[in-house]
C-alpha cells in the first residue's frame, strides 16, 4: 500500500510521519502530482493560514488535483477546513469538496482553542473501535459548521464539525498523530479503508 502525505509547506508533515511510522507504514511526503495520483491512502494536512496556504497549493496545481481524487483522501486540521467551500479566514475559496463554509469563533471565547476536547461520533468507519465521548487535540480559531457530512462534533461555544466524510474525502479538524492512542486508531482506521 501507498501512503503519501501532501506537502505544500502548510503543516508539520514530519509529526505525522512518524506517527504513520508507529503503525508500521511508511509515508512518502510529496507534492509532486503523479505520485498523489497513484498513492492507495492521500494525508492532506495543514496548518497555519487558510489564504497563503490556498496559494501555496494553486501554485503545484495541487488546487485541480485534490478534488479529482478517487482513493481515500483524508484532510487534517487546516487541511479539513480546505476541503470546504469558503473560510472567512482571508475571506478565501477552498476547494469546494464539502458544500459547507468555515467560520470563526465568536470573540466571546479565548482563540485558538487548544487542549483536549470531547469528540462525540457516528461509531463506525473513521471511529470504528473508538469510545464514544472520547478526547482529541486541537488547535485552531475556525470551524466548519455542523452539515449533513459531519460525523463527529464537539462543542466550543456551540457544537462544530470535528470529523466530516463526503465520498472518499474525510476530514478531521484534530489532530490524530497527537491524539494519543485514539488518534493513532483512527488513522490505522482511514488506512484500512
Known amino acids: 500500500m501507498k501512503t503519501v502525505i501532501v506537502d505544500y509547506d ?16 511508511v509515508a512518502q511526503i510529496t507534492h509532486d502530482t503523479e505520485l498523489i495520483s497513484s498513492a492507495d491512502k492521500v494525508i492532506f494536512p495543514g496548518q497555519g493560514e ?3 496556504a490556498m496559494k501555496k497549493l ?11 481524487l478517487k482513493q481515500p483522501v483524508l484532510g487534517i486540521c487546516l487541511g479539513m477546513q480546505l476541503l470546504c467551500e469558503k473560510t472567512e479566514e482571508g475571506n478565501t475559496q477552498g476547494l469546494g469538496i464539502l458544500p459547507v463554509n468555515v467560520v470563526r469563533f465568536p470573540d466571546t ?13 457516528k461509531a463506525k468507519g473513521l471511529f470504528d473501535g473508538i469510545d464514544q465521548d472520547c478526547y482529541m487535540y ?12 459531519t460525523i463527529a462534533q464537539s462543542n466550543y461555544d456551540g457544537s462544530y464539525s470535528v470529523a466530516v466524510q463526503k465520498d472518499n474525502f474525510y476530514g478531521v479538524q484534530f489532530h490524530p ?7 493513532l486508531r483512527l488513522l490505522e482506521n482511514f488506512l484500512s479503508f
Open 138 to 149: 486541537l488547535v485552531h480559531s475556525y470551524f466548519v459548521l455542523l452539515n449533513p457530512n
Open 177 to 183: 498523530e497527537k491524539s494519543s492512542k485514539d488518534g
Open 58 to 68: 494553486r501554485s503545484k496545481g495541487l488546487d485541480i488535483l485534490i478534488p479529482q
Open 109 to 121: 471565547v479565548k482563540v485558538p482553542q487548544m487542549g483536549w476536547n470531547l469528540v462525540n461520533h
Open 10 to 25: 502548510a503543516g508539520n508533515v514530519k509529526s505525522l510521519q512518524f506517527a504513520l511510522e508507529r503503525l508500521g507504514v
Open 50 to 52: 487558510a489564504e497563503s
